[in-house]
């Protein structure tokens, strides 16, 4: 086990009718809101009207910026930090899923910053203050509502790009799985495939003696596995909805790979496609993944990793020999994303194959990508292969 | 699932080494530290001299509170803020396992109330102001380094309570697994055994719909059961003390009962022996659990609990009817507990039986005790003299 310096200190309030707790909490910052959001679904459930009359209420003003992008930009980014430089705000509040949040965070730290918001993507060493941060989340996917990550596209150099920084953290998330029963079954099953795809991130890791964060890791994947499809086939389900929106935090704040070694694989790759494409990063992840277990499988040490997750995510015999069970644990991984009715292939996303060799490079941008198998362009450039 | 608020801010700094932080995370609050611990093994692993060194290097000027009991007592607490109150003390450092780091607990509040410390025991609800608490760990079992509770014991009334304040979780603590190298074998068992009962506390409620909290619990089990034994044959391997100290954390931080009912068994009733007999937590508790076990699985409608145990945990065989499933289950814990070389009954603690009705009675305190079968009085002596 690697040493690690445990701080999680964003605050959650989980469940029904928590969002009382928000004029409240906010306070705690100040008395000058900017509140971020996307499209229009918090118009139609009322969650707007809802949050707006409790900011009204406590006497808290309040600016806006509405639209955000699916993959976020950082021309909104630069909206937002321009309201806040003028209206002097005290705080900026998500309303929303992964999209408003990573551009609630980056409005944060721009907010706080002379120079332009982009170089804060370029390079997270230029972030010193950020303004508090607060979530209400309305669906389960990128955990971005405890974590450290903000993903900012910038549709001009095609790039989708992370930063990360403990100042991106948000002070305090309203968890209410109530707001996630509207999520449409396409959002819902991404989603999933998002919180699935990054515990995968912390599970396969060649750290030794990492044993109690491979079984918690197994954990939050069996809630995946156990309430996926349930929370597709009865989207009112609130043990399903609550389960999911629990493991959305816990799959990305850090506890599962503290003390592991930390190089995702399939996130970056899958963000170049985003960048070009504007594909919904969890079906681009539920495409890929599968295909990297089976690139990665062909290295013979890699079996063993394998046919511990086929005997402890996927309950398989555990006396197949290990080839066996990496086969079929991949068969059941590719399965699982098909019961959530999520597409195999990347062409089945509208996405030409003319830019393959052009994303692989900038995937492995001049060296490896990943940690559990570094892979070069040639590598990254099969796996693409393979999923289109 | 429950609704609640999750709220963990300690920071744990894990890890070989990580010692080298405490002088400035101590800066932090202050330059006047009370240090507080136990017997003379920190002063013979040189551990003391080290954290003594530091201090000075840093120019932090420090008391001292030493000789804190195995079982904390009120008079150690009364010592430790009258200190506190005089020198104008910053903040609390303890340095040991859960007795230092309570009894600096109870001081931190202490210090800050103008009555007496055992008002704060008695009535959470009078703990106003604390003093910041810091925490050096050498042994892995109680979780107080990262948890709300502090237990003090108090002769004169043979009481040993719990009080439980947010304001009594450490800032930080430093979790270096190389300091519990050291740990004589009964107590790196009985720790095992604190850690793993306070696992199967939470993971045995009976409130709906907390899958993933159940799945955190089995991992947490799951890390005791592979390194038990490690430990007690192989002091100084690394991983099997480093997944045990961040399990001991881990196991009662609130992480895995948030969203749960939250109602104790074993423990408390621990408390009641503790108190009159000043027994070693972890060993009394390793005794009582399989008797509670059995005494609970007499009600039919609890085997579906331990069934889900006994396949989880133990990888029995799911096929077979839920009654073996649970009486298996219930042999391989109380095996567990004996591979580490745990006494199996109350008798062999020296132990008289004159006081077990008596004790009982204090358990239930005129009521019942617990929240996955609340046992009375009667229940409370049947389990007991199962135990004796």
Redesign the interface.
């Known amino acids: 086990?690697?040493?690690?310096?445990?701080?999680?200190?964003?605050?959650?309030?989980?469940?029904?009718?928590?969002i009382s707790?928000l004029p409240a909490e906010l306070l705690r910052y100040g008395k000058r809101v900017l509140v971020v959001y996307g499209g229009g679904s918090i118009r139609r459930t009322g969650l707007y009207d809802t949050i707006a009359a409790l900011l009204r209420g406590a006497g808290i003003s309040y600016w806006e910026l509405g639209g955000v992008e699916p993959n976020p930009r950082i021309d909104s980014v630069r909206a937002g930090a321009a309201i806040c430089k003028k209206e002097s705000v005290d705080a900026v509040l998500a309303v929303g899923g992964g999209s408003s949040i990573d551009c609630a965070k980056a409005v944060a730290a721009a907010a706080e910053y002379d120079g332009d918001a982009w170089d804060l993507v370029l390079d997270a060493g230029k972030i010193k203050d950020v303004l508090p941060i607060a979530a209400v989340l309305t669906i389960a996917a990128t955990g971005s509502e405890m974590d450290r990550i903000a993903v900012i596209s910038n549709p001009r150099t095609n790039q989708k790009l992370a930063t990360s920084h403990d100042g991106l953290r948000p002070r305090f998330a309203v968890l209410d799985p109530v707001y996630t029963y509207t999520v449409p079954k396409r959002q819902t099953a991404s989603g999933t495939a998002d919180i699935f795809s990054h515990v995968l991130e912390s599970y396969f890791v060649k750290t030794?003696?990492v044993?109690?964060q491979k079984?918690?890791c197994?954990?939050?994947l069996?809630?995946c596995l156990?309430?996926g499809t349930v929370a597709l086939n009865e989207p009112e389900d609130?043990?399903a909805r609550?389960?999911l929106m629990?493991?959305s935090s816990?799959a990305i704040n850090d506890?599962i790979a503290?003390?592991t070694e930390r190089r995702w694989t399939v996130h970056p790759i899958e963000h170049v496609l985003s960048a070009h494409y504007d594909i919904t990063h969890g079906i681009g992840l539920a495409v890929l993944t599968p295909n990297w277990m089976r690139f990665v499988c062909k290295t013979p040490e890699n079996l063993p990793y394998f046919a511990e997750y086929g005997i402890n995510v996927w309950a398989l015999d555990g006396s197949l020999p290990a080839e066996q069970l990496a086969e079929r644990s991949i068969r059941k991984t590719e399965g699982f994303f098909e019961s959530l009715g999520l597409p195999k292939r990347l062409r089945d996303l509208g996405m030409p194959a003319d830019l393959l060799e052009q994303m692989a490079g900038e995937a492995a941008h001049g060296g490896t990508v990943g940690g559990f198998q570094p892979l070069n362009r040639q590598d990254v450039l099969e796996i693409l292969k393979m999923s289109y």
């Open positions: 086990m690697l040493n690690f310096k445990y701080s999680i200190p964003t605050e959650i309030f989980f469940g029904k009718g928590q707790s030794p003696g044993f109690l079984r918690l197994e954990a939050l069996k809630t156990h309430f609130y043990d609550a389960n629990w493991a816990l506890l503290y003390g």
